[in-house]
């Protein structure tokens, strides 16, 4: 049985292209037609936009934080945050969190590292 994935957007470029990655590798994996269940929160962008612009990196984490409450209460079993840049507020999102984070750079660095980069 698949997880539950939840997306905590920013963008609408980087959670689109996140939605599709896991429809397209989920049915790869998953056989014809099948991905996990998704869930999507983003509020909108001049949210994030008007405190990166303050560098409130805190403010970043609480929006994260937010969309986190509102997935997990969803039925989200983990969350995913497909943005570089406000990924650098996720220790302040972390610790409060309902749910456990899959840090993209995590992720990257030990595919790299098992292929031997």
């Given at each position: 049985?698949?997880q539950?994935?939840?997306?905590v957007a920013?963008s609408?470029?980087?959670?689109s292209?996140?939605?599709?990655?896991?429809?397209?590798?989920g049915?790869?994996?998953?056989?014809?037609?099948a991905?996990p269940?998704?869930s999507?929160?983003?509020?909108?962008?001049?949210?994030y936009?008007?405190?990166?612009?303050l560098?409130?990196?805190?403010?970043?984490g609480?929006l994260m934080?937010a969309?986190a409450?509102?997935?997990?209460?969803i039925g989200?079993d983990?969350l995913?945050?497909?943005?570089n840049t406000?990924?650098?507020a996720?220790h302040?999102?972390?610790?409060r969190?309902?749910?456990?984070?899959?840090?993209i750079?995590?992720?990257?660095a030990?595919?790299?590292?098992?292929?031997g980069?």
């Open positions: 049985m698949t539950h994935i939840g997306i920013c609408a470029e980087g959670a292209l996140c939605y599709r990655t896991i429809c397209v590798e049915e790869q994996l998953l056989g014809s037609h991905h269940e998704v999507m929160h983003t509020p909108s962008l001049a949210e936009v008007r405190r990166l612009d560098g409130d990196w805190q403010g970043v609480e934080l969309s409450n509102k997935l997990v209460k989200a983990f995913i945050c497909p943005d406000i990924h650098q996720l302040y999102a972390e610790p969190s309902p749910l456990p984070w899959l840090h750079a995590e992720v990257v030990e595919e790299a590292v098992g292929r980069f």
